[in-house]
């Protein structure tokens, strides 16, 4: 790999975890430049934030195409024409098939709203509340073709408040991950984790400075 690892970003919507990456790669020691946006819907909010930022960009309806396989192919072209090595979905709302899904194998990350294996899909955060489970979060992970499923590179744990909404948790949820995404991301970009047997391992020496304990769990309960 290239000292600053290529970075592909897939979107769908409004891109916040885009922006959070986006803000990271600013910084001259991070490890990963982001050298395309691609978004499946021509309408994505995420689209004009990184064109303002100066960044590539190129919608790939997936509408257009007469079948996932098609709108995949062009999708790995556009990915391999502007020489990406790694790929980060970040609210990306399309599922992959096998054939794209291996083609990246270990060099595509997903960020997901629970703390997988729980809650994998939709509506995370009312599946969430109506569980009645005590603590939240979110998940980095390679992408596997089982949805929401591959080796986990970075969790938050986010308290659930007696008064919480899906939509108060879901905001809270999404601060967790505007910081592991980023984490997540310098991570596997500088070498630091490895896929063994399907599992992420660390590295004895984690790059220093953004692997603070504190990140995993929020402030306790009682003062939030
Ligand atoms: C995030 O909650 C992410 O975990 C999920 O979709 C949402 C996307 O939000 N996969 P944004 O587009 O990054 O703001």
Redesign the pocket.
């Known amino acids: 790999m290239s000292p600053r690892t290529k970075v592909g970003v897939l979107?769908s919507?409004?891109?916040?975890?885009?922006r959070a990456l986006i803000a990271a790669c600013e910084a001259e020691d991070f490890p990963a430049e982001i050298v395309i946006v691609v978004s499946n819907r021509p309408e994505a909010p995420?689209l004009d934030f990184a064109a303002k930022a100066g960044l590539p960009t190129r919608v790939i309806d997936h509408k257009a195409f007469p079948s996932r396989d098609a709108f995949e192919a062009v999708l790995h072209q556009v990915l391999h024409d502007a020489h990406v090595e790694l790929i980060c979905n970040?609210?990306f709302m399309r599922l992959l098939t096998i054939g794209f899904v291996e083609k990246w194998r270990d060099k595509q990350l997903n960020?997901?709203?629970s703390l997988l294996p729980a809650f994998k899909g939709l509506h995370t955060h009312e599946r969430t509340l109506k569980a009645g489970v005590k603590i939240a979060g979110?998940t980095v992970h390679f992408v596997r073709t089982e949805m929401d499923s591959g080796p986990i590179i970075a969790q938050a744990a986010v308290p659930i408040l007696p008064s919480d909404t899906p939509d108060g948790l879901a905001s809270r949820v999404?601060e967790a991950?505007h910081q592991i995404y980023p984490m997540a991301l310098r991570l596997v970009a500088s070498g630091a984790v490895h896929v063994v047997n399907d599992l992420v391992v660390w590295t004895a020496d984690l790059p220093k400075g953004d692997y603070e304990p504190d990140i995993l769990i929020s402030p306790p309960f009682a003062n939030a």
């Open positions: 979107i919507g409004r891109g916040s975890n885009m995420g970040a609210g960020i997901h709203p979110c999404l991950e």
